[in-house]
């Protein structure tokens, strides 16, 4: 299956869920992230994982459906990865306080290779999906998966091309704090 058919996937889940009830519209949450960040194909020639810590922000639209934007960070071996990524997340059903979705959108990925001393950015789509469990009124943690099909970015170093942003996959867990709109 081509990268773009897996994107779509969860498109055509979104549509063909019933709503659920996360929170309310005009709620505001705001968080931490930290979990793995496993850079994919041959980004300074090597595979690297390692632990990525952000920040997260997210605003519900409708009972179902909250826009979030997220910023993320890791020191990897060979490799310094910073993603800024803005997208939605859809939640799929109401199980009393856990609350299962999935999450679509874009982001804007740089990658510094510490070796060669130079910078690569780029932009990808990522697709994934989680499940939040609110702990409190106010309070929730959860777990998001990601993939991030990237654009490919090369820079040509003394005559040999290196790859500077290519896919990842991220599993994060994620603690958010909901702002009410009526506060």
Do not use: C
Not at 52 to 60: E, I, K, R, S
């Amino acid at each position: 299956m081509n990268h773009f058919a897996a994107l779509l996937i969860p498109i055509a889940l979104l549509v063909s869920v019933s709503p659920a009830s996360a929170k309310g519209n005009g709620t505001f949450r705001l968080g931490l992230l930290a979990g793995q960040v496993s850079l994919l194909g041959d980004v300074a020639d090597a595979d690297a994982n390692s632990v990525g810590m952000g920040v997260t922000g997210g605003l519900y639209t409708a009972e179902n459906l909250a826009l979030e934007a997220a910023y993320l960070a890791s020191s990897h071996t060979d490799v310094n990865h910073n993603e800024v990524s803005v997208g939605a997340n859809y939640y799929l059903g109401d199980y009393r306080a856990a609350y299962p979705n999935l999450s679509a959108g874009v982001a804007f990925i740089s990658n510094k290779i510490k070796a060669a001393g130079i910078t690569g950015d780029g932009f990808g789509l990522y697709a994934g999906g989680g499940w939040d469990f609110e702990l409190t009124a106010k309070l929730t943690v959860g777990l998001q998966a990601r993939y991030n099909l990237a654009f490919e970015g090369k820079t040509r170093v003394n005559g040999v091309d290196v790859t500077t942003v290519d896919d990842s996959v991220t599993v994060l867990l994620r603690l958010l704090y909901a702002f009410d709109s009526a506060e």
